[in-house]
């Protein structure tokens, strides 16, 4: 499966920014999606991933409940509303794909990943 993260963009302390993930190629509703980000001088981190039916998703300690994360199969996308936004998350993100049973929250679970999309925040 092929992905592509847009979204990403220079916003204020406590704004809002939705990304976008759009997958190709596969049956979308075979694969969790999954958002992790990588800020300047770190290690990639995950921030949360949705089961293939979209019922179930999962979030890292540092987004839970500020981001959401959702899908549309009708168009192949997957989404993270990121709101409240602090500038400890500016980060390059991505999104990634597995066809895992389960929901995995490292990423090298995960086999398919997009180029990501930066998201600066500022104080």
């Known amino acids: 499966v092929q992905l592509q993260a847009s979204g990403g963009g220079l916003v204020q302390a406590g704004g809002s920014l939705r990304l976008s993930c759009v997958a190709s190629g596969r049956i979308f509703s075979d694969y969790v999606i999954g958002w992790f980000r990588q800020a300047p001088g770190k290690g990639r981190e995950f921030a949360a991933a949705?089961?293939?039916?979209?019922?179930?998703?999962v979030y890292g300690d540092s987004v839970k409940g500020r981001f959401t994360i959702f899908r549309d199969h009708a168009k192949n996308t997957a989404y993270l509303q990121m709101n409240n936004l602090e500038p400890e998350d500016t980060a390059v993100y991505y999104c990634?794909?597995?066809?895992?049973?389960?929901?995995?929250?490292?990423?090298?679970?995960?086999?398919?990943w997009g180029r990501g999309t930066l998201v600066t925040v500022s104080s």
């Open positions: 990634a794909a597995t066809d895992s049973i389960l929901i995995p929250t490292t990423d090298n679970a995960y086999h398919s």
């Open positions: 949705v089961s293939r039916s979209g019922g179930y998703t």
